[in-house]
């Protein structure tokens, strides 16, 4: 069956380090995976999008990477902040639709 | 408007009662969506339109039905709600089909 998951446990990370995040998916071939942000109460926002063909992507603080081979993706927030706490979601392109991940729930404390 | 507005916010509905959510978005997108949100599942798409006129359906379609008379605006309908569509409903846009989504807030609806 087809799959994309997410670590379905909060994260918490201590500020100033770097945030990890896993998005690993099964019998899909996309063309690309982006990931998004969402705060309690509100509705995703797009942060990244990377291609089949990129093996990186960044942002500021954020860096995306896409292992077509290992079928995953990581999401990694540097020097992270109080502010960065949110749900992190990854989705994949399938016929001309995108599937979702569950989310991760990051938590950075002070 | 700017962006993607929803409405109503949040709503409880009896069971057995129809209802309309709200979606307009003024990017002039041409794919919109109806996404369902439930704790630990995801998004997952109710319906979906590629363009004004046309509609499609999602990976949970059941009880449901939209309408795409024009580019600002796709109604998502409840012919008549039972419990299990509790949920929060997120109305998206883009400008093609698995583009970068634009979300609105988001309808907290809960069916007693």
């Known amino acids: 069956s087809q799959k994309i998951e997410q670590n379905s446990e909060a994260l918490n990370i201590q500020e100033g380090k770097t945030a990890t995040l896993t998005c690993n998916y099964t019998n899909y071939s996309p063309a690309y995976l982006q990931w998004y942000r969402q705060d309690p109460g509100r509705g995703p926002v797009f942060l990244l999008l990377i291609r089949e063909n990129e093996k990186e992507k960044r942002k500021e603080r954020l860096k995306v990477t896409f292992d077509t081979t290992l079928k995953q993706s990581l999401f990694h927030i540097t020097a992270s902040q109080p502010a960065d706490s949110a749900t992190y979601l990854c989705?994949?392109?399938?016929?001309?639709?995108?599937?979702w991940g569950a989310g991760t729930k990051l938590i950075i404390k002070p | 408007i700017a962006g993607i507005t929803q409405a109503p916010t949040s709503q409880i509905l009896a069971a057995g009662r129809r209802m309309t959510l709200r979606c307009t978005q003024d990017m002039r997108h041409n794919a919109m969506y109806w996404y369902r949100q439930d704790l630990g599942l995801g998004l997952r798409l109710i319906h979906y339109s590629n363009t004004a006129g046309t509609t499609g359906k999602g990976e949970v379609p059941d009880g449901y039905s939209v309408s795409r008379a024009n580019t600002d605006d796709f109604p998502l309908t409840l012919a008549s709600a039972v419990p299990s569509q509790t949920s929060v409903y997120f109305c998206?846009?883009?400008?093609?089909?698995?583009?970068?989504?634009?979300f609105g807030p988001g309808t907290r609806l809960t069916v007693l």
């Open positions: 989705a994949l392109n399938s016929n001309y639709q995108l599937i």
């Open positions: 998206a846009s883009s400008y093609e089909g698995s583009d970068t989504q634009y």
